[in-house]
């Protein structure tokens, strides 16, 4: 019997890295974000489990390809209806049924992680291996941002009201305390579950090291938008 588990979180949120630092142990298999939409407009890779709509059919059909003891997979909260699930409670119980581990992860700074989204969909700047060599920035529409950081918010919420109601225990790893450069990730994940500890060469760089002004081309007139609703606390460098 393998131990299952899933990685519940927003977008740009550091789940790339931990997804590859987890599939980077000699005892753990990630497969990333499979229920995402690809360049083809297809997701699960074709597969005969989504014409069937069994997404758990799929996931066991990879995880068997693994000789390793541990499997699991990342969730984004976009992608939820693409795996069969669109209400999260449904998609938690369907997974703590089948004995899936939670790993839940969330960002503080909610104006940066948007930032990071929009320079990843708008310029293709996402996932680095290597030092960072450009300085990109892009125009924010404020209102179209409020409306994702506020979908992101609830998505963090109703996430953790779940798993505290139905008693499901779960590792919660912040981005900013977890992922900082002592990467008090790596031991978590591990102590989490109980892996002996290995030296992982991280597997990517930070993407967006800047403050916001420099990445955002109209910030006052994004932090002006957020401050009318009473955002203060989230326009953060």
């Not at 790993?103 to 030092?131: A, D, P, T």
């Not at 305390?177 to 102590?191: G, L, N, Q, T």
Request: charged fraction near 30%; proline fraction near 4%; glycine fraction near 6%.
């Amino acid at each position: 019997m393998k131990q299952k588990f899933v990685i519940m979180t927003n977008p740009r949120t550091g789940s790339e890295y931990l997804a590859k630092l987890l599939d980077n142990h000699t005892q753990v298999t990630c497969l990333g974000e499979v229920f995402s939409i690809g360049p083809d407009g297809e997701a699960w890779n074709h597969s005969k489990y989504k014409q069937q709509g069994d997404m758990f059919g799929y996931l066991d059909y990879e995880f068997s390809k693994s000789d390793k003891p541990i499997c699991g997979y990342k969730q984004i909260s976009n992608w939820l209806e693409n795996a069969g699930y669109p209400k999260l409670e449904a998609f938690i119980q369907a997974h703590h049924e089948r004995q899936y581990r939670f790993i839940f992860l969330s960002r503080e700074n909610l104006l940066k992680e948007y930032v990071s989204f929009m320079l990843m969909m708008q310029k293709g700047y996402g996932h680095i291996s290597e030092e960072q060599k450009q300085k990109l920035s892009v125009h924010l529409e404020p209102r179209v941002a409020y409306m994702y950081m506020r979908k992101w918010i609830g998505f963090n919420k109703r996430c953790k009201e779940i798993l505290n109601q139905k008693q499901i225990p779960y590792l919660d790893l912040l981005y900013e305390r977890d992922f900082a450069k002592d990467k008090k990730v790596k031991e978590k994940v591990f102590d989490f579950f109980s892996l002996p500890y290995e030296e992982i060469v991280d597997p990517l760089k930070q993407t967006n090291p800047y403050q916001l002004e420099e990445l955002i081309d109209n910030y006052d007139e994004v932090c002006k938008y957020l401050k009318d609703k009473g955002w203060e606390e989230h326009i953060k460098k």
